[in-house]
């Protein structure tokens, strides 16, 4: 995956020099952090292959430069990791390599680029553009770079979105010694597609969205290679049996509101999907309740809840089927921006527990610090998060800003 | 045409000020002080913070602000972070309205996520300071009532005293007395009184400069909370006016651009 990766972005980066260089000299401005961080695990792994802890660090720089009054921008954002344990996890990847024409009501975007569609908080079902970088966190927040030409109008009765989107992206899995895996593991270099074209397949997608008053809302339509696998068994190097991903062609619509009305948020995400095998929909939605200056302080306390629903119910690609978040988001608005969101997310009709607890800091001017803590309960055995059960862990990461 | 209408209003008031009440003559100080202070089109400058607590501890906050004035509605505003690095490209975008809560738009940008957020945070600090949000605010005539309380002088200068109550039931203020230069009407000092009606924050201008000839902008507010002991000094610099800032500068997906 990375081999081919490679490629393509090198072919980006050919079409991108001209831009480069028929700009006028600016300075380049670098911003970006590198971060330390350590993973712990509570319980003996289901593995004997698998780790017990863990470090790595990370680096993220971003350059950019802007001219032509502020019209055109170029930006490149590498990132690597290197992780101790599991060669999996020690990855690269240009996160962002664009750029950027802004109009008088118009923009264009060329090259690699990251695009977040979406109101709600717990998970994220309407966001499809860029694949999950899922070795980074399984929270799926953290996404590859995604080739892309885009095109964004904006009218008076909203702004549209064009992209094309040459080139895909496969999911990232931890390797033989990584945590958080299914067992028998993911082998990406095994990934098969339903589009003979593979991974050179030339998806689009297409999005209007809007604010009227109080009500934020998107309407999207994407064709092309559905970024979540299936997964079916193959035989690794070693001839052991490991799961190959399996990448189907997919038309999806979808749906995103928000209505912020005083202290209430409310949120709705739908899409529905056609896939190989079968049509289904699923949404999420819910509320975020949020008091200020509570007890007389000048901290927030606010009250989060979202269902999650999937047509598919317990044949689900997803463990989050029939499941409902609970979380309280302690934000104490102070100097060094400490804020806390502690949450549990619970399926209804097995009672699999995720609990989850995320906590951040800064220190000085350029230091933050974030603690990560996640812990299952009660895990059925039908529920896809069965081979997380061994996996409770802290994670604590440093992270220098510049 | 309302802008005529206030000349009007203000001309009559003017002529009658035996008959004001005390909440007319305090409302027609606002609509001169407003009156004064438009026409300026857009602006961008440079904005710091220094945050102090009471043990003397700093952090530092740096942002550029962008600033469209609207001539039906409130201004549009869109605030990009540099410091502490750690936010640095974070950015606000905000919609004031006249009477109305602001819409208001934050982008993330280790996510690229665009959230629109609760305009019931305008009690809310603003990145930790002794600001809130509303302190901030365009502040539209609309969004209080006013009372006149008396004339003085606030280091030799002649003022107006003027009380004002906030029409937000957001808001985290039950009022505020405001120090009005006579001769230029501009604020010189604001004070600060919270839910139960005590003395919470006091806020002082300080360096004020006159710009494209008629407009008057501070170089530093400085805040003092006289409940925690906290204070902020708010510096800003680099004023350019009449820059060329558009309505398209101001977009949801402006934001996404900004670095």
């Given at each position: 995956?990375?081999?081919?990766g490679k490629a393509?972005?090198?072919?980006?980066?050919?079409?991108?020099?001209?831009?480069l260089?028929s700009?006028?000299?600016?300075?380049w401005?670098l911003a970006?952090n590198m971060?330390?961080?350590?993973?712990?695990?509570?319980?003996?792994?289901?593995?004997?292959?698998?780790?017990?802890?863990?470090?790595?660090?990370?680096?993220?720089?971003?350059?950019?430069?802007?001219w032509?009054?502020?019209?055109?921008?170029?930006?490149?954002?590498?990132?690597?990791?290197?992780d101790?344990?599991?060669?999996?996890?020690?990855h690269?990847?240009?996160?962002?390599l664009?750029?950027?024409?802004?109009?008088d009501?118009?923009?264009a975007?060329l090259g690699?680029?990251?695009?977040?569609?979406?109101?709600?908080?717990a998970?994220h079902?309407?966001?499809i553009?860029n694949?999950?970088?899922l070795v980074?966190?399984?929270?799926g927040?953290?996404?590859?770079?995604?080739?892309?030409?885009k095109?964004?109008?904006?009218?008076?009765?909203?702004?549209?979105?064009?992209f094309?989107?040459?080139?895909?992206?496969?999911?990232?899995?931890?390797?033989?010694?990584?945590?958080l895996?299914?067992?028998p593991?993911v082998?990406?270099?095994?990934?098969?597609?339903?589009?003979s074209?593979?991974?050179r397949?030339?998806?689009?997608?297409?999005?209007?969205?809007?604010?009227?008053?109080e009500?934020?809302?998107?309407?999207?339509?994407?064709?092309?290679?559905?970024?979540?696998?299936l997964f079916?068994?193959?035989?690794?190097?070693?001839?052991?049996?490991v799961?190959a991903?399996f990448?189907?062609?997919?038309?999806?619509?979808?749906?995103d509101l928000?209505?912020?009305?005083?202290?209430?948020?409310w949120?709705?995400?739908?899409?529905?999907?056609?896939g190989?095998?079968?049509?289904y929909?699923?949404f999420?939605?819910?509320f975020?309740?949020t008091r200020?200056g509570i007890?007389?302080?000048?901290a927030?306390?606010?009250?989060?809840?979202?269902?999650?629903?999937?047509?598919r119910?317990?044949?689900?690609?997803?463990?989050?089927?029939?499941?409902?978040?609970?979380?309280?988001?302690w934000?104490?608005?102070?100097?060094?921006s400490l804020t806390?969101l502690?949450?549990?997310?619970?399926?209804?009709?097995?009672?699999?527990?995720?609990?989850n607890?995320?906590?951040?800091?800064?220190?000085?001017?350029?230091?933050?610090?974030?603690?990560q803590l996640?812990?299952?309960?009660?895990?059925?055995?039908?529920d896809?998060?069965y081979?997380?059960?061994?996996?409770?862990y802290l994670?604590?990461?440093?992270?220098r800003y510049? | 045409?309302?802008?005529?209408?206030i000349t009007?209003?203000?001309?009559?008031?003017g002529?009658?000020a035996?008959?004001?009440?005390?909440?007319?003559?305090?409302?027609?100080?606002?609509?001169?002080?407003?009156?004064?202070?438009?026409?300026?089109?857009?602006?961008q400058a440079?904005?710091?913070?220094?945050?102090?607590?009471?043990h003397?501890?700093?952090?530092?906050?740096?942002m550029?602000v962008?600033?469209?004035?609207?001539?039906d509605?409130?201004?549009k505003?869109?605030?990009?972070?540099?410091?502490p690095?750690?936010?640095?490209?974070?950015?606000?975008?905000?919609?004031?309205?006249?009477?109305?809560d602001?819409?208001?738009?934050?982008?993330l940008?280790?996510?690229?996520?665009?959230?629109?957020?609760?305009?019931?945070?305008?009690?809310?600090?603003?990145?930790?300071?002794?600001f809130?949000f509303?302190?901030?605010a365009?502040?539209?005539?609309?969004?209080?009532?006013?009372?006149?309380?008396?004339?003085d002088e606030?280091d030799g200068?002649?003022?107006f005293?003027?009380?004002r109550?906030?029409?937000?039931?957001?808001?985290?203020?039950?009022?505020q007395?405001?120090?009005?230069?006579?001769?230029?009407?501009?604020?010189?000092?604001v004070?600060?009184?919270?839910?139960?009606?005590?003395?919470l924050?006091?806020?002082?201008f300080?360096?004020y400069r006159?710009?494209?000839?008629?407009?008057?902008?501070?170089?530093e507010?400085?805040m003092e909370?006289?409940?925690?002991?906290k204070?902020?000094?708010?510096?800003w610099?680099?004023?350019?006016f009449r820059?060329?800032?558009?309505?398209s500068?101001?977009?949801?997906?402006?934001?996404k651009?900004?670095?």
């Open positions: 995956m990375r081999r081919l393509r972005h090198a072919r980006w980066l050919v079409m991108l020099l001209p831009v260089f700009a006028p000299v600016v300075a401005e970006g971060a330390v961080e350590g993973r712990a695990f509570f319980q003996s792994p289901l593995d004997s292959r698998q780790y017990d802890s863990d470090y790595s660090i990370s680096l993220e720089p971003e350059f950019s430069r802007t032509d009054e502020d019209r055109q921008s170029l930006v490149f954002r590498p990132f690597v990791r290197l101790g344990q599991d060669d999996e996890r020690s690269w990847d240009i996160r962002e664009q750029w950027i024409y802004a109009g009501g118009w923009e975007r690699v680029g990251k695009v977040y569609w979406g109101v709600t908080e998970v079902l309407v966001d553009i694949q999950t970088d980074e966190n399984i929270d927040e953290q996404k590859l770079g995604q080739p892309m030409a095109l964004s109008l904006e009218k008076d009765w909203g702004t549209l979105d064009f094309l989107l040459p080139g895909f992206r496969e999911r990232t899995f931890p390797g033989e010694e990584g945590r895996r299914s067992h593991r082998e990406q270099d095994l990934a098969e597609y339903e589009s074209t593979r991974q397949h030339v998806d689009y997608a297409l999005r209007w969205s809007h604010y009227i008053g009500w934020d809302m998107g309407l999207a339509w994407f064709q092309g290679t559905g970024r979540d696998p079916r068994p193959g035989l690794g190097r070693k001839g052991e049996l799961l991903p990448y189907e062609q997919i038309d999806q619509a979808s749906v928000q209505a912020t009305l005083g202290e209430w948020l949120k709705l995400e739908a899409i529905y999907r056609n190989l095998e079968e049509d929909y699923a999420t939605g819910g975020e309740y200020v007890m007389d302080t000048s927030d306390l606010g009250v989060i809840a979202e269902l999650v629903v999937d047509e119910g317990d044949r689900a690609a997803t463990a989050f089927n029939h499941d409902v978040f609970l979380g309280l988001r934000t104490a608005n102070d100097a060094q806390v502690a949450g549990a997310v619970v399926d209804w009709e097995n009672g699999s527990t995720l609990l607890v995320e906590a951040s800091r800064r220190f000085g001017q350029a230091y933050l610090l974030s603690v996640r812990s299952w309960l009660h895990i059925d055995p039908e896809l998060q081979v997380f059960r061994q996996d409770d994670q604590v990461e440093l992270a510049f | 045409m309302s802008k005529l209408l009007l209003l203000v001309a009559l008031l002529f009658n035996s008959a004001q009440t005390q909440e007319e003559k305090g409302l027609a100080i606002a609509l001169e002080a407003d009156r004064r202070d438009s026409g300026w089109g857009d602006f440079q904005m710091s913070m220094l945050l102090r607590n009471r003397g501890e700093e952090s530092l906050r740096q550029r962008k600033s469209l004035e609207t001539v509605d409130g201004d505003s869109l605030i990009v972070f540099d410091e690095k750690d936010v640095k490209g974070t950015a606000l975008l905000t919609f004031s309205h006249k009477v109305k602001d819409d208001q738009w934050l982008y940008p280790a996510l690229k996520r665009v959230k629109r957020i609760a305009s019931r945070n305008k009690s809310g600090p603003f990145m930790g300071s002794e809130a509303e302190d901030l365009s502040q539209e005539v609309e969004k209080y009532t006013y009372k006149y309380i008396r004339d606030l200068k002649p003022v005293v003027n009380e109550y906030p029409v937000s039931k957001y808001s985290g203020y039950t009022r007395l405001v120090w009005v230069d006579q001769a230029e009407y501009i604020p010189l000092k004070e600060y009184y919270d839910r139960k009606n005590a003395l924050k006091t806020l002082i300080k360096g006159q710009y494209l000839d008629k407009y008057w902008r501070a170089d507010m400085f909370n006289h409940q925690t002991g204070s902020t000094l708010l510096t610099k680099d004023y350019t820059t060329g800032l558009k309505d500068d101001f977009t949801r997906n402006s934001l651009r900004t670095r």
